[in-house]
């Protein structure tokens, strides 16, 4: 940015200030106001257009611009005002002072221009949220991602969701206002349960509910550093799967800390290794079961299968809520890294061939240690949800460093999906298991 250039930016903005400290409600409806002067404008001119077009006939030596003027006031004024009314009400106030500011922060292009703001409407789906419509200037989406806090600063929002438009030539930028953040507690409700069968609800965000279907995403890897929300959400997603009458494998090797007394009554829980195989490879005995009677009926999954029998199948989810630490090798000895070796081949097994059969994993992990889970598992669990991490962790939940740039650090149940969508999950606690 020249000198000159930085110089035009200061002046526009100490007027800019000046204003707002006059203006004082800054949601005053000034383009409505300004409309209804036109039309009062209008109807003044409309009056007054017979006594002018006497007048201008009365008064010899009139310029002939004048008296054109004089004679088809009603016409001059309707035209020249609607095209100003036209130019306001299609460009959005604000429009140089979201360039300038985006300017100052560096969102430019090789040239030193930064995006121009066309139009800011509410969006359809979701009233809460403004869009914002910029011609990018050729700055890809990429730049906008990585300047994301800073442009929340700039424009005073919180970015909900960023994407193209016409082509590459337009970037939106979906908005909430800054002070209107999600709220800290959400407490879950028993009448927030999907109806859907097999849809669990994880929480909100600003665009509405979060949920995931098991039918088309079969497993869920969650992530987040210690204290970040990851046993209540997954204890969340458990509750909602019991409800829904799936039968619920848990292997808990905290002692009991997570899952208390309720929870061993619901569910099949596994406090040790041997325990655990044991569990997998019931597991993986009731998937080959499934796969030849499903293969029998001609059914391509469970809900087909369900559809044509009298007696129902159940959907089966095995959970694990540190499962790095479970599967850690480090200082194992022989017969416990074979007995670690089969429960990675069973996990894997369930992971890639589950979906069909109604055979889930729901799996947690604090540990940014990415040869802990194998590839097998990682790239088989769709439905990624990270909370509070830090860079490393969020790109081995995520594959991208978007929890950790985007959950604050003190932020508890909020969390991001894999496709970027921030959500504070809902807060449940045992007594409405
Ligand atoms: N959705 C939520 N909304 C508000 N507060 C929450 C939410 N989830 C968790 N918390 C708070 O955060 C605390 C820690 O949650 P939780 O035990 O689920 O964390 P964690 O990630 O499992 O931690 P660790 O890795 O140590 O087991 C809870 O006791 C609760 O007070
Ligand atoms: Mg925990």
Redesign the pocket.
Same mark, same amino acid.
């Given at each position: 940015m020249t000198q000159n250039e930085k110089f035009q930016i200061q002046r526009r903005n100490t007027l800019r200030n000046l204003w707002q400290k006059l203006s004082g409600t800054p949601d005053f409806p000034v383009k409505l106001v300004l409309a209804a002067l036109y039309l009062m404008g209008a109807a003044y001119v409309c009056v007054k257009q017979a006594a002018w077009r006497t007048l201008a006939g009365n008064i010899p030596l009139l310029s002939p611009l004048l008296k054109a003027a004089m004679e088809h006031a009603l016409t001059a004024y309707l035209l020249a005002g609607a095209a100003a009314l036209l130019a306001l009400l299609l460009y959005p106030f604000g429009r140089r002072a979201a360039k300038d500011q985006l300017q100052c922060i560096g969102l430019v292009n090789h040239a030193g221009v930064a995006p121009d703001l066309l139009r800011k409407r509410r969006d359809k789906d979701n009233p809460r949220v403004t869009v914002w419509e910029f011609r990018n200037q050729s700055i890809p989406l990429q730049e906008w991602e990585k300047k994301r806090l800073a442009i929340e600063t700039a424009l005073g929002i919180t970015i909900v969701k960023l994407t193209y438009a016409k082509g590459k030539s337009r970037v939106l930028v979906y908005a909430v206002p800054a002070g209107d953040d999600l709220p800290?507690? +959400?407490k879950w409700k028993d009448s927030y349960l999907s109806l859907d069968s097999f849809v669990l609800v994880l @929480?909100e965000s600003y665009t509405g509910p979060v949920t995931v279907n098991l039918t088309h995403i079969p497993h869920i890897l969650l992530g987040?550093s210690? @204290?970040? %929300?990851?046993?209540? +959400?997954l204890k969340l997603l458990l509750m909602q799967a019991l409800r829904k009458g799936a039968e619920v494998y848990i292997a808990d090797f905290k002692g009991g800390v997570?899952f208390p007394k309720v929870w061993h009554e619901k569910c099949r829980m596994c406090f040790t290794e041997e325990d655990l195989c044991d569990t997998l490879d019931q597991l993986v005995a009731v998937l080959e079961y499934r796969k030849n009677a499903f293969k029998a009926l001609g059914c391509p999954n469970i809900d087909a299968y369900n559809e044509t029998t009298e007696q129902p199948l159940p959907r089966l989810i095995f959970a694990c809520d540190e499962v790095a630490e479970m599967l850690d090798k480090t200082g194992a000895d022989n017969e416990r890294k074979k007995l670690l070796a089969q429960i990675e081949n069973k996990l894997s097994t369930i992971a890639r061939q589950g979906r069909a059969f109604g055979i889930h994993l729901i799996l947690a992990t $604090?540990r940014p240690d990415a040869m802990i889970i194998p590839g097998q598992i990682r790239n088989n669990m769709d439905f990624r949800v990270c %909370?509070r991490a830090d860079s490393v962790l969020s790109q081995i939940i995520l594959d991208n460093t978007s929890a950790a740039e985007q959950i604050p650090k003190d932020a508890? %149940?909020r969390f991001i999906t894999g496709d970027g969508t921030v959500f $504070? %999950?809902? +807060?449940f606690d045992e007594g409405q298991l």
């Open positions: 800290e507690v +959400l @929480g987040g210690t @204290g970040s %929300g990851k046993s209540v +959400l997570d $604090q %909370g508890r %149940g $504070q %999950g809902y +807060l």
